[in-house]
């Protein structure tokens, strides 16, 4: 274990953060960084929305860093032995029969029908991005011919996407599911809680962890703490993006859940949900939220290298770092947001790092790039 260079860190971390001001690569962003629970940085930085400063009572839209929380709910029900990762989909969801789904490929721009599945949907396939449901240009075009009645809840959105084709058979391959999967093991946890899946990550996560504002629908105060989600204008100034009113994620309203995407979340929060991660599942006083070896597994690659062979690989819900040749040491884990949030969990150096911002600028990943290189240049 290193220990991370209080002085070094924020010098590090305010100079890039300025940089990216500067150059209107952000507009705002809230960071907390804790070693081995103690609180060694925790700073905000511009704008939260084009009129008033940045606050340390903010709230972001973190989209796909739903996806962990829904891997710990999932694990949950693994725990107290109602789901088993290596059962087939259609255990629970018998639409999700796998002779059902069509293959598809795109050739020339065009949606070809390859062939017939074959091959069972397994539970933990739903959270390592090896179903193929709602993959990569299949998630994308699903997400945006959804009718309107499949947004009113998950066991809609479930019914939906079991009429939509896979991308390849199950863990053939990985390509990363936008919501598809993550919604369905939702529902799966739904079917065998008989809780709606908001209400289950209160009881189960969010109460046991404090995390007091976070949630698939924002109140009126929460919304009032908002963070704007910034873009740039045509000539190339930092100015606030409009969202859909009453929707986190995009144009999909609260009643989804989105399992996948559809969480609000403070920077606080998810700190505290990242130390339970650290901890191998207990919150700061020590009691159990999830079963060690359940967190273990999550943090651990689900898949092998004759399906990622890359310096990370998945893990359950997580990316899980394999290789010395990424900025952040071996079994580092975690994941990002579509509005540019990003988290990890160095279990080596016991490090939890939360970067909240709500953009979509730049088009690439340098600001959470940035921010690796950071804190790991800061022993």
């Avoid at 997580?318 to 160095?346: C, E, M, N, Q």
Wanted: one cysteine or more; glycine letters at 6%; aromatic letters at 10%.
């Amino acid at each position: 274990m290193k220990w991370l260079n209080g002085t070094k860190l924020k010098e590090n971390i305010c100079a890039t953060v300025e940089k990216e001001l500067q150059d209107k690569d952000i507009g705002g962003a809230e960071i907390i960084i804790n070693q081995n629970g103690e609180r060694v940085f925790h700073e905000v930085f511009g704008m939260k929305n084009g009129k008033e400063k940045m606050r340390f009572d903010g709230i972001y839209r973190i989209a796909s860093m739903t996806k962990p929380v829904t891997a710990c709910a999932v694990l949950k029900e693994v725990e107290r032995g109602n789901i088993d990762l290596d059962d087939d989909v259609s255990n629970y969801l018998p639409d999700y029969e796998y002779s059902n789904f069509d293959i598809v490929k795109l050739v020339d721009g065009k949606e070809i029908v390859v062939g017939k599945n074959t091959k069972p949907m397994k539970v933990f396939h739903l959270l390592s991005h090896t179903s193929g449901l709602g993959a990569d240009w299949i998630g994308v075009k699903a997400m945006e011919n959804m009718p309107d009645e499949a947004k009113t809840s998950l066991e809609n959105a479930a019914k939906y996407y079991s009429k939509t084709p896979l991308m390849f058979e199950p863990y053939t391959w990985e390509r990363y599911s936008i919501t598809a999967a993550f919604d369905v093991a939702a529902r799966i946890v739904e079917i065998v809680s008989k809780k709606p899946y908001d209400q289950y990550l209160r009881d189960n996560i969010f109460a046991p962890l404090s995390m007091t504002d976070t949630t698939f629908s924002p109140n009126e105060e929460q919304w009032k703490r908002m963070v704007g989600v910034f873009c740039c204008d045509k000539d190339g100034n930092v100015i606030e993006r409009r969202m859909v009113k009453g929707c986190v994620f995009e144009k999909l309203p609260p009643s989804y859940m989105c399992a996948g995407g559809g969480l609000a979340s403070s920077a606080e929060d998810y700190s505290r949900f990242a130390e339970m991660l650290l901890n191998d599942g207990k919150d700061k006083d020590g009691n159990e939220i999830i079963r060690e070896d359940l967190i273990r597994k999550m943090r651990s690659p689900a898949v092998d290298d004759s399906i990622m062979d890359q310096i990370h690989r998945w893990g359950l819900g997580v990316r899980v770092i394999v290789s010395k040749k990424d900025i952040l040491p071996i079994g580092s884990f975690g994941w990002s947001g579509a509005y540019k949030t990003h988290f990890w969990v160095d279990p080596e150096n016991r490090i939890t790092a939360i970067l909240m911002q709500n953009s979509s600028i730049p088009e690439d990943d340098r600001t959470k790039i940035n921010f690796e290189k950071d804190v790991m240049r800061s022993f």
